[in-house]
């Protein structure tokens, strides 16, 4: 997986990329968990799912947000690290323009900023939101929620209140446009010590299922604008 750098708001960002060469294969950013309190491009969660998404075949991008790392900048409370990835997404999308699908995923921190990123742009049709930090920040903005996605949390988190990732996903779930999975990881803490392989399994069969279903609705949406055979 090779290092890239690319230029952000602040100046250069540090990523890992994996790159699919298949024609039109789907891309994902993966966006890591607070700066302040250890977060990088190089956490546990936010590595398996890079590989989660690398392994369905996405070309899939991982990075620093500013400050972190090689990344230039200083921590910005969430603006800031919205406009690295929205600068990370414009990266992806040049080397891919012919991406068939588009998604975006995070993991406490980075899930917030991952569904602001959502809002912002349409073109995003998936989401994995891993441990979403519901009660401490604010996603009121998701209204509603513009894509179906995945939605984890472990139900011994003792950063996240369990009872406040149920709430916000039940919200979702009851919104239209969107179709909304929420997975209880029993007996799981906030970085999923011991159930790290049971997460990535997870995501990537919601994934796989995800790509079935968008495939299928796009072969539907063909036929109809094909005209008709008859007579």
């Given at each position: ?21 298949q ?50 900048g ?138 079935e ?19």
């Amino acid at each position: 997986m090779p290092e890239v750098i690319f230029n952000g708001p602040e100046g250069r960002l540090e990523g890992r990329y994996h790159h699919n060469p298949q024609s039109r294969a789907p891309l994902a950013l993966v966006l890591h968990p607070h700066p302040l309190y250890g977060g990088t491009m190089n956490n546990k969660i936010v590595y398996r799912l890079f590989q989660a998404f690398a392994r369905s075949g996405f070309s899939v991008l991982r990075f620093n947000f500013r400050g972190v790392g090689r990344s230039l900048g200083r921590f910005d409370n969430g603006e800031g690290e919205l406009s690295d990835a929205a600068a990370a997404m414009d990266w992806l999308q040049h080397y891919n323009p012919d991406a068939a699908s588009c998604w975006v995923s995070g993991f406490s921190f980075g899930s917030w900023i991952s569904m602001q990123l959502l809002m912002r742009r349409p073109e995003i049709d998936g989401f994995v939101a891993v441990s979403p930090p519901a009660g401490m920040y604010d996603f009121s903005f998701l209204s509603p929620c513009p894509a179906s996605g995945l939605i984890t949390q472990g139900d011994r988190d003792d950063i996240v209140k369990v009872e406040d990732v149920n709430k916000f996903a039940e919200k979702l779930k009851h919104q239209k446009y969107s179709t909304i999975k929420y997975e209880v990881f029993e007996g799981s803490d906030h970085y999923y010590r011991n159930a790290q392989d049971e997460l990535e399994e997870t995501v990537r069969a919601y994934i796989a299922s995800r790509l079935e279903g968008l495939a299928n609705e796009r072969l539907m949406q063909d036929k109809k604008r094909r005209p008709s055979q008859a007579g």
